[in-house]
């Protein structure tokens, strides 16, 4: 199942021509997933807003915009790169819970679909920016439905206490100001309960009571247009699909008939399945009771296992001999904290031997960095059974140094 679309030929000639570590997508992967969405919310015809955090490369986000999608930027620097892989400005919507005054602006200028508040400081700032442009923000704000996702702590993102969204009590006020405003329009209303969610069961329970709310402000006489249900639908990870239909049943089963249009933002369940991190065996060595394979890549390529404690799959690229053992999977970066795998199974690979990790396609290069003065990784695409090409250079030395001054 793993190989079918990372076939081991094909990586063992990609890092022949582009190096390791290198990200590799898979155009077909990335094309299936959003296919699989629109079949299941076929009856819901919503609006998906990829979220570009989870892998903002240009070359993915424009098979998106082509296939009709959107995105949900969440700075001013997505924003620009959303424009760049050619997304429609009125199918960009603009989350998070920080925006600066310049980014409102750019935003506004731009002609997005609407922003999504999460304070009322926030709100009045999107007002203030709407004034001075002499236009009407359209609005919508992030509420927080108090709603238990059971997934990492670092990225439950629902539930009271966080800081992410507003109260509803919160919001109603808001709304109802915004309603009087000159320069606010309010258009929607958000939720986003979490990432890597497996089940079905809390999107239900947050759109019923987002569904409540949004009926309950109708009879106050401000209508909004969208109800966002957000990302955060899980990825098993190393499969090489995730299947939205039972999301789309809990969403569908809220907000079919209400004539609102829906808006989903998925990233990871997208973009995961899409990508493996290709890295070459650098040394073999032996810590106690422990097996080390150091790599080329390491915490700077991909920082999930050191910092959620995520499990990617490893496997070797083409046939192993002897024994499986299970290894650590390390490496260069000064901390212990820099694994990409622990106790993967594996036949004993020689160094210089290929090893690919899975599910690496979201918050892998997103969330790469230079740490050590590491350059960042190279980028490709296979975009046929025998074809790929870069879609992003290795980063050089001159890169490291390229915004620095004396
Ligand atoms: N919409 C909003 C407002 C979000 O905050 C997020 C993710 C998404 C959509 C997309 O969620 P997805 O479908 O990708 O789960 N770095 C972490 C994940 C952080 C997610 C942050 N928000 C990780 O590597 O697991």
Redesign the pocket.
Known sequence: MLSRYFKPSLLKRIAAGAGTPVYVYSRAVFLRQIAAYKKAFRSLDPLF?Y?M??NSSRALCALAAREGWGA?V?SGGELYRALKAGFAPPKIIF??VGKTPEELEFALKTGILFV?AESFEEVLELERAAAKLKTRAPLSL?LNPDVEPHT?K??T?GRLGSK?GVTFEEARKIYLYAAESDYLEPVGA?F?I????HSPAPYALAARRLAAFILQLASSGVRLKYADV?????VKEGSEMSDPAPLARAVAGVFSGTGLRVIL????????PSGVLLTRVVYRKRGGHKNFLIVDAAMNDL??PA??G?RHPVALVGPGRGPEKLYDIVGAVCETGDFLAEGARLREPAAGRLLAVYSAG???F??SSQYNSRPRAAEVLITGPSSWRLIRRRETYKDLVAAEMK
């Open positions: 807003c979220a955090k989870s949900d969440v989350s998070g999504n992030r990492h670092y990225i993102t992410f958000q986003h979490g990432s890597q969610v957000g990302g955060g639908w899980g933002e998925p990233g990871r369940s997208v973009s995961a920082i999930r910092l959620y995520a979201a918050y892998g997103s969330m």
